[in-house]
């Protein structure tokens, strides 16, 4: 991964195909204004609407079934606007496969807590990844930078996150170095209505 201090990397990911390992590029860039969110709108739209409405049983992620283009609209511009509040509080990244390109594969962001006692550690939230985008490394690579970024950008030395308890992200962060701390039940409800239980997950940076 090669990364500049503005948050933005390219990097490869190899992917075994048919007995070979094939490696594709992707570059991950920071948001930086409401005006460039616009430049990704329509992809992050249709992407926030998979992850909801594609699997209404096993989405939590804070919207109900189905979810409008007004509705994921509202949000990612609503995301927009906090990009320049002072103090910043919120880093959001984009995944595609070439610096230029408007299509988003994944995205993820950083919220750091406004309050001195909690300078130390950041959330992360909002790790989305396009359904034809998964099982070949693109969640790890965001996560991946998001570490970085949080390290050594932000100066934060822990990291958290929580996921709703049933769903493959669980196994998945576990699997990439995050240490689960504690479950609580009936935490949220599902895209169908449903209610279920939430996993929380601490990562140290330090080091």
Wanted: proline share 5%; net charge neutral.
């Amino acid at each position: 991964m090669v990364q500049d201090t503005h948050g933005s990397s390219s990097v490869g990911i190899s992917v075994a195909r048919a007995g070979s390992a094939q490696t594709f590029p992707f570059h991950i860039q920071a948001i930086k204004s409401p005006e460039h969110m616009t430049k990704f709108l329509p992809s992050l739209r249709t992407l926030l609407q998979l992850c909801v409405n594609q699997d209404p049983a096993s989405s939590s992620i804070g919207f109900r079934a189905p979810l409008s283009d007004e509705a994921a609209d509202e949000f990612w511009m609503a995301t927009a606007s906090k990009l320049t509040e002072t103090p910043r509080v919120l880093h959001c990244f984009v995944l595609t496969a070439d610096p230029d390109a408007a299509d988003v594969l994944a995205t993820g962001s950083i919220v750091t807590i406004p309050k001195a006692t909690h300078r130390h550690r950041a959330e992360i939230v909002k790790l989305l990844v396009h359904p034809s985008a998964r099982r070949k490394g693109v969640a790890t690579t965001m996560m991946r930078h998001l570490e970085f970024f949080a390290k050594n950008s932000l100066g934060r030395e822990v990291l958290t996150l929580d996921t709703a308890t049933t769903t493959p992200a669980r196994a998945f962060y576990n699997s990439i170095g995050w240490r689960e701390w504690g479950t609580c039940p009936e935490y949220a409800d599902f895209a169908d209505g449903t209610r279920g239980d939430a996993t929380f997950f601490v990562k140290a940076l330090r080091g």
